[in-house]
C-alpha cells in the first residue's frame, strides 16, 4: 500500500493564480482532512471530509475549496492564491467513526510570491 | 472548546538522556489523546496513543499515561537517541464532531552525540 499520498510536492505560485493540491489514499478510509502547518501555529483543519461526496469546513476555511467525488481522493484547491497561502499542506485520512488516529502524506510546500 | 498546550521548544539534550515533553489539554468528556512524531521533511506519524483514563501508550521506547486528574499526557522517554531528533505533537480527537483532531505546536527537539 502506498498510504497516503500527495501531489505536488513543491509549488510556487505568483499571487493570484490557481492551483489544485491532490491527495490520494488506498487504505479505503473513510475520513479524509486537509491541515496546514505554519511555523509556531501547530496544525490548523481547513475542510474536511466524512465519506465520499461531502465536504465540511474547518477551522481556517478562507481562499480554499475542495471536492471528494471519489472515497479515495480528496482535493484542495486554490482560486486566487495570496501570499498568506505560503505554508505546507498536510492531507490526512482515518478509517472510520471507531479509528481516530490518522495517516498523513508526506506534504506539499507551496510559495505564493 | 479544546486545546491542547505544549511545552515550548526547542529542546536539546544530549544522546542517553532523559526525555520528557509536557501536554496538558482542555476537552470535554472523554477524548483519546495522541503523540505524533514529524521527522525533517516528512508527515507526521503516529508514535502512540491512549483512548481512556490511566491508560499508558508505549512505542520505540516512548511512553505516555492519559491522566484525567490532571489532564495531562506527558511524553518520556528514558534514553534518547540521535534519530529521536524531530518534532513532536501531542494531539486529542473525540468520536463526535467528526473525529476532528486537536494538535499542539509541536516541540521540536535535538539529540546530540
Known amino acids: 500500500n502506498a498510504g497516503v499520498t500527495q501531489t505536488p510536492k513543491f509549488r510556487v505560485l505568483k499571487t493570484g493564480q490557481s492551483m489544485t493540491l491532490l491527495c490520494a489514499q488506498d487504505?479505503?478510509?473513510?475520513?479524509m482532512y486537509w491541515y496546514r502547518q505554519d511555523p509556531g501555529m501547530g496544525l490548523r483543519l481547513i475542510h474536511y471530509s466524512v465519506g465520499e461526496g461531502t465536504t465540511a469546513k474547518g477551522e481556517v476555511p478562507d481562499g480554499y475549496n475542495v471536492s471528494r467525488l471519489k472515497k479515495q481522493n480528496f482535493l484542495l484547491g486554490l482560486e486566487s492564491a495570496a501570499p498568506s497561502q505560503t505554508s505546507v499542506y498536510f492531507c490526512a485520512s482515518r478509517r472510520s467513526s471507531a479509528t481516530l488516529s490518522l495517516t498523513f502524506g508526506p506534504g506539499t510546500r507551496l510559495t505564493v510570491t | 472548546g479544546n486545546s491542547v498546550t505544549q511545552m515550548e521548544g526547542p529542546v536539546t539534550l544530549s544522546e542517553e538522556a532523559f526525555l520528557t515533553i509536557n501536554c496538558t489539554y482542555t476537552?470535554?468528556?472523554?477524548?483519546?489523546l495522541f503523540w505524533y512524531v514529524q521527522y525533517p521533511g516528512e508527515g507526521l506519524q503516529l508514535l502512540l496513543k491512549?483512548?481512556?483514563?490511566?491508560d499508558k501508550g508505549s512505542n520505540k521506547g516512548f511512553e505516555a499515561t492519559y491522566r484525567k486528574e490532571t489532564t495531562s499526557f506527558h511524553l518520556e522517554k528514558g534514553s534518547v537517541q540521535v534519530s529521536d531528533s524531530a518534532v513532536y505533537f501531542c494531539?486529542?480527537?473525540?468520536?463526535?464532531?467528526?473525529?476532528?483532531?486537536?494538535f499542539g505546536d509541536g516541540t521540536t527537539l535535538t539529540v546530540k552525540p
Open positions: 476537552a470535554t468528556g472523554y477524548p483519546s
Open positions: 491512549a483512548t481512556k483514563a490511566d
Open positions: 494531539a486529542l480527537s473525540h468520536n463526535t464532531n467528526a473525529g476532528k483532531s486537536t
Open positions: 487504505m479505503n478510509h473513510e475520513y
